[in-house]
T-cell receptor, first 113, second 114 residues
Framework: DAKTTQPNSMESNEEEPVHLPCNHSTISGTDYIHWYRQLPSQGPEYVIH???SNVNNRMASLAIAEDRKSSTLILHRATLRDAAVYYC??????????????FGAGTILRVKS | DTAVSQTPKYLVTQMGNDKSIKCEQN?????MYWYKQDSKKFLKIMFS???????INETVPNRFSPKSPDKAHLNLHINSLELGDSAVYFC?????????????FGPGTRLTVT
């Protein structure tokens, strides 16, 4: 399983942007980059995913390096409700691999008011 | 309406007992999963079913047996419960295709074995 490296924790001020980095130097050409988050006492929640191009949705933006060996999840204005563990996950896009998600330790994001 | 629901939310039982956790999804997805999150908060996949067929079976003791009566349900039965089985178990579902792969997770079932 392709591995990702994330900082253990980060801290942000409310209403400010947050950039959560992820390194995935062993990424293969068929790996999609997925981000999930887990709020306290809840199940993980999908945030965003991409393959090569930067992606935007209502929750966040995903910036992918040109060589795809790193990516950054961007929360444009952090709120207290964004305090969670953020997971960067590589998913093999080849269907017969079962489409499993391999979660690492993630980054604990703390948001200060 | 809850997309992925699990019952029970909490389960406290003694070692040696047999218990089941139920999962239902109303999203029309074709694939369902069971994950285990231990006390150190690591989430690990246990099983995955696609259209009622087992497609992922990670290294899990034989005491754990998933059962999928139909595409909307994936239950987890655990025999002879041990202390180490204490964890939060999450069910998830997704519609599998090559480009889109959101997994929707249930709220979790906290299992405590005493």
């Amino acid at each position: 399983d392709a591995k990702t490296t994330q900082p253990n924790s980060m801290e942000s001020n409310e209403e400010e942007p947050v950039h959560l980095p992820c390194n995935h130097s062993t990424i293969s050409g068929t790996d999609y980059i997925h981000w999930y988050r887990q709020l306290p006492s809840q199940g993980p929640e999908y945030v965003i995913h991409g393959l090569t191009s930067n992606v935007n949705n209502r929750m966040a933006s995903l910036a992918i390096a040109e060589d795809r060996k790193s990516s950054t999840l961007i929360l444009h204005r952090a709120t207290l409700r964004d305090a969670a563990v953020y997971y960067c996950i590589l998913r093999d896009g080849v269907l017969n691999h079962g489409n499993k998600l391999v979660f690492g330790a993630g980054t604990i994001l703390r948001v200060k008011s | 309406d809850t997309a992925v629901s699990q019952t029970p939310k909490y389960l406290v039982t003694q070692m040696g007992n047999d218990k089941s956790i139920k999962c239902e999804q109303n999203l029309g997805h074709d694939t369902m999963y069971w994950y285990k999150q231990d006390s150190k908060k690591f989430l690990k996949i246990m099983f995955s079913y696609n259209n009622k067929e087992l497609i992922i079976n990670e290294t899990v003791p034989n005491r754990f047996s998933p059962k999928s009566p139909d595409k909307a349900h994936l239950n987890l039965h655990i025999n002879s419960l041990e202390l180490g089985d204490s964890a939060v178990y999450f069910c998830a579902s997704s519609q599998v295709d090559r480009s889109s792969y959101e997994q929707y997770f249930g709220p979790g079932t906290r299992l405590t074995v005493t």
